[in-house]
Nanobody, 112 residues
Framework: QVKLVESGGGLVQPGGSLRLTCVAS????????MAWYRQGPGNEREFVAS????????RYADVVKGRFTVTRDFAKNTMYLQMNNLKPEDTGVYYC?????WGQGTQVTVSS
């Protein structure tokens, strides 16, 4: 079992930026992939972005390509999500995922 803790959410205006952080409680180098998901109001949880722990290759949902960037710090067992040009439809709770482990989520609200 790995504990995941997200932070960095908040209220931002459309066009603004936020950086989310996910910290794992222990070494996660044996896992293949770490991901961000989100759940908007009235919606199901959906995939946002992921990074392969070794090698660092990434995947993105089409709706965030070109605006979001996922990175990881191997030494700190930490994953980041840089979100630029935020839109109201990006509003939701953002969750960190590692295999069957989930964080508690961090709220992102994009509104003027």
């Amino acid at each position: 079992q790995v504990k995941l803790v997200e932070s960095g959410g908040g209220l931002v205006q459309p066009g603004g930026s936020l950086r989310l952080t996910c910290v794992a409680s222990r070494d996660v180098s044996r896992y293949l992939e770490m991901a961000w998901y989100r759940q908007g109001p009235g919606n199901e949880r959906e995939f946002v972005a992921s990074t392969y722990w070794t090698g660092g290759s990434t995947r993105y949902a089409d709706v965030v390509k070109g605006r979001f960037t996922v990175t990881r710090d191997f030494a700190k067992n930490t994953m980041y999500l840089q979100m630029n040009n935020l839109k109201p439809e990006d509003t939701g709770v953002y969750y960190c995922n590692l295999h069957t482990n989930w964080g508690q989520g961090t709220q992102v609200t994009v509104s003027s």
